[in-house]
């Protein structure tokens, strides 16, 4: 259904648009718009993927007229997003919203029929945190203008490539199982702004599709050269009980720095992005000396072509480690008790 989305993402004649959902209903679309980055000054995107009040009175201080909200869940009864729906609703005189949820008879699905509003279907076989690929994540990149096609390409590309025994996605599930004895932590060290959301994206791919029979890793997202000043030294001289991948792109942009100052002449004629790029080797090589082991990941081109092929990539090695542990990476029993016992206490309350 891309051209439906396309479609219809080009008829919203709004500025903002809000994207109510949590967990897998929300950080691919974040993920992706804030990778991919191009200059959209007539377009704000805003991301309710918690119930807090004050991000909701944010959201509900827009030009309505200039809004529109796609609320996202798959099971169509996330109380969370539901219950800011229902907020918006009440507030908001003819609120724009579309749905996307399960292609079942879901709640949702019953609630945007009854109001007429237009509703994109999840496959029922696609778990939310694999759902980057859905409506879920294509209807706001769509929105701004993204190539959404040229993404899916990408995924494709990852499948073909995997089954030619390519390296990436099989090689980094060898390394996590090879190193699983000692590493129950993986840090998701990004090394671009533009990558932490990525890394924000990957954590609930990795603990919620992993964390099981009592196997799986902590993920953890660390910001190079942010956390180099708050992290490395936990991770440099702490448990030697970490996994680092460090994750990079190129730099669209960058600035040199043309005079010397005393102390520090040897910055004179570095780029911002070299210093970076420095950095980030100095502490591979720190951590490689410590016995730490790391792994890098550098995604050659910022594009929605590059993007599908590595979301895909680390969906394909969720897989694979999975079939390493023999467990299912498709399902959540935990998730769904703590749901369980949070509908049973709001219900008696």
Not at 56 to 78: I, P, R, Y
């Given at each position: 259904n891309i051209e439906e989305i396309i479609s219809f993402a080009k008829s919203l004649k709004v500025r903002n648009f809000v994207q109510l959902g949590i967990g897998g209903s929300a950080l691919a679309a974040s993920a992706a718009i804030s990778f991919l980055q191009k200059e959209k000054p007539d377009k704000r995107y805003f991301c309710l993927d918690n119930i807090d009040p004050q991000r909701l009175k944010t959201v509900l201080e827009l030009d309505q007229a200039d809004t529109v909200f796609h609320v996202v869940s798959k099971s169509g009864?996330?109380?969370e997003t539901l219950s800011q729906l229902f907020v918006i609703k009440q507030h908001v005189k003819n609120a724009n919203i579309v749905i996307s949820t399960d292609n079942t008879d879901t709640f949702l699905r019953k609630f945007g029929t009854q109001n007429n509003y237009k509703i994109f279907d999840i496959p029922k076989?696609?778990?939310g945190r694999y759902s980057a690929f859905t409506s879920v994540a294509l209807l706001p990149m769509a929105f701004f203008g993204f190539d959404i096609a040229s993404y899916i390409e990408g995924a494709k590309e990852a499948v073909r490539k995997t089954r030619d025994k390519w390296g990436f996605p099989i090689?980094?599930?060898n390394l996590v199982v090879s190193t699983y004895d000692r590493c129950k932590v993986f840090v998701m060290f990004a090394y671009k702004d533009r990558l932490y959301e990525v890394a924000d994206w990957f954590r609930q791919l990795w603990a919620e599709s992993l964390g099981k029979n009592n196997l799986g890793q902590t993920p953890i997202k660390a910001l190079g050269t942010t956390d180099q000043h708050s992290q490395l030294q936990l991770y440099q001289e702490g448990i030697k009980d970490k996994l680092i991948v460090f994750l990079d792109t190129i730099s669209d942009v960058d600035y040199t720095i043309e005079q010397a100052y005393e102390p520090f002449n040897y910055l004179k004629g570095k780029s911002i992005a070299k210093i970076m790029e420095i950095e980030k080797q100095s502490t591979i090589k720190a951590l490689d000396e410590s016995n730490v082991?790391?792994?890098?990941?550098?995604?050659?081109?910022?594009?929605?072509?590059?993007?599908g092929a590595f979301f895909c990539s680390l969906m394909i090695t969720t897989a694979k480690v999975g079939e390493f542990w023999k467990i299912n990476p498709f399902d959540q029993p935990g998730v769904e008790l703590g749901k369980k016992y949070t509908k049973e206490r709001l219900q008696n309350d």
């Amino acid at each position: 259904n891309i051209e439906e989305i396309i479609s219809f993402a080009k008829s919203l004649k709004v500025r903002n648009f809000v994207q109510l959902g949590i967990g897998g209903s929300a950080l691919a679309a974040s993920a992706a718009i804030s990778f991919l980055q191009k200059e959209k000054p007539d377009k704000r995107y805003f991301c309710l993927d918690n119930i807090d009040p004050q991000r909701l009175k944010t959201v509900l201080e827009l030009d309505q007229a200039d809004t529109v909200f796609h609320v996202v869940s798959k099971s169509g009864s996330t109380i969370e997003t539901l219950s800011q729906l229902f907020v918006i609703k009440q507030h908001v005189k003819n609120a724009n919203i579309v749905i996307s949820t399960d292609n079942t008879d879901t709640f949702l699905r019953k609630f945007g029929t009854q109001n007429n509003y237009k509703i994109f279907d999840i496959p029922k076989e696609v778990g939310g945190r694999y759902s980057a690929f859905t409506s879920v994540a294509l209807l706001p990149m769509a929105f701004f203008g993204f190539d959404i096609a040229s993404y899916i390409e990408g995924a494709k590309e990852a499948v073909r490539k995997t089954r030619d025994k390519w390296g990436f996605p099989i090689d980094l599930a060898n390394l996590v199982v090879s190193t699983y004895d000692r590493c129950k932590v993986f840090v998701m060290f990004a090394y671009k702004d533009r990558l932490y959301e990525v890394a924000d994206w990957f954590r609930q791919l990795w603990a919620e599709s992993l964390g099981k029979n009592n196997l799986g890793q902590t993920p953890i997202k660390a910001l190079g050269t942010t956390d180099q000043h708050s992290q490395l030294q936990l991770y440099q001289e702490g448990i030697k009980d970490k996994l680092i991948v460090f994750l990079d792109t190129i730099s669209d942009v960058d600035y040199t720095i043309e005079q010397a100052y005393e102390p520090f002449n040897y910055l004179k004629g570095k780029s911002i992005a070299k210093i970076m790029e420095i950095e980030k080797q100095s502490t591979i090589k720190a951590l490689d000396e410590s016995n730490v082991p790391t792994a890098e990941i550098f995604l050659e081109k910022i594009d929605e072509f590059t993007l599908g092929a590595f979301f895909c990539s680390l969906m394909i090695t969720t897989a694979k480690v999975g079939e390493f542990w023999k467990i299912n990476p498709f399902d959540q029993p935990g998730v769904e008790l703590g749901k369980k016992y949070t509908k049973e206490r709001l219900q008696n309350d």
